[in-house]
T-cell receptor
């Protein structure tokens, strides 16, 4: 599975959009981009995933560039409860392999 | 639906002692995972089950760690004897299937401190 690169930390003002970038320049054509987050003292939580089209659900939006080498997770109106470590993971859905977590981005939402 | 249940939430032991963690996945989830998360790092997979068979245990330190999933439902992870470096949170996760959209549901984890 392709490797991802994320900034180690980011801050965002409460009520503003949080834009979390992820680089996956070696992504293959059949690999999806997954986002999970982990709030302090909890297990990771699935947010969203996509292949090439932009995706939106009740939690967030995922924007994938046309060349698929990078993506951005958008939390449209960040709240204090969105403070967490956000993990970007690339994986093929035809693979039996597990998700491989990196170090992620620590997002801190400031009041 | 009920989430992934894990117990105990916290455990403190001395090195060379043994410990066991229990996981009850979401009903109907065929795939079960155990991850180890050391402070400040992302979770690392220890073992992956499909029903009651092992799919991947390549990163499980087999000289001290063991895991089983009896009847393809509950699972137990055991460490014997424990070392200081085993201090970590042990996360259990489950998913509907092994391929396809890999949406894992995680439990809250079991925090182990080895003194």
């Amino acid at each position: 599975d392709a490797k991802t690169t994320q900034p180690p930390s980011m801050d965002c003002a409460e009520g503003r959009a949080a834009n979390l970038p992820c680089n996956h320049s070696t992504i293959s054509g059949n690999e999806y981009v997954y986002w999970y987050r982990q709030i302090h003292s909890q297990g990771p939580q699935y947010i969203i995933h996509g292949l090439k089209n932009n995706e939106t659900n009740e939690m967030a939006s995922l924007i994938i560039t046309e060349d698929r080498k990078s993506s951005t997770l958008i939390l449209p109106h960040a709240t204090l409860r969105d403070t967490a470590v956000y993990y970007c993971i690339v994986r093929s859905d035809s693979s039996a392999r597990q998700l491989t977590f990196g170090s992620g981005t620590q997002l801190t939402v400031l009041p | 639906e009920a989430g992934v249940a894990q117990s105990p939430r916290y455990k403190i032991i001395e090195k060379r002692q043994s410990v066991a963690f229990w996981c009850n996945p979401i009903s109907g989830h065929a795939t079960l995972y155990w991850y180890q998360q050391i402070l400040g790092q992302g979770p690392k997979l220890l073992i992956q089950f499909q029903n009651n068979g092992v799919v991947d245990d390549s990163q499980l330190p087999k000289d001290r760690f063991s895991a089983e999933r009896l009847k393809g439902v509950d699972s137990t992870l055991k460490i014997q004897p424990a070392k200081l470096e085993d201090s970590a949170v042990y996360l259990c996760a489950s998913s509907l299937s092994i391929t396809g959209a890999n949406v894992l549901t995680f439990g809250a984890g079991s925090r182990l401190t080895v003194l």
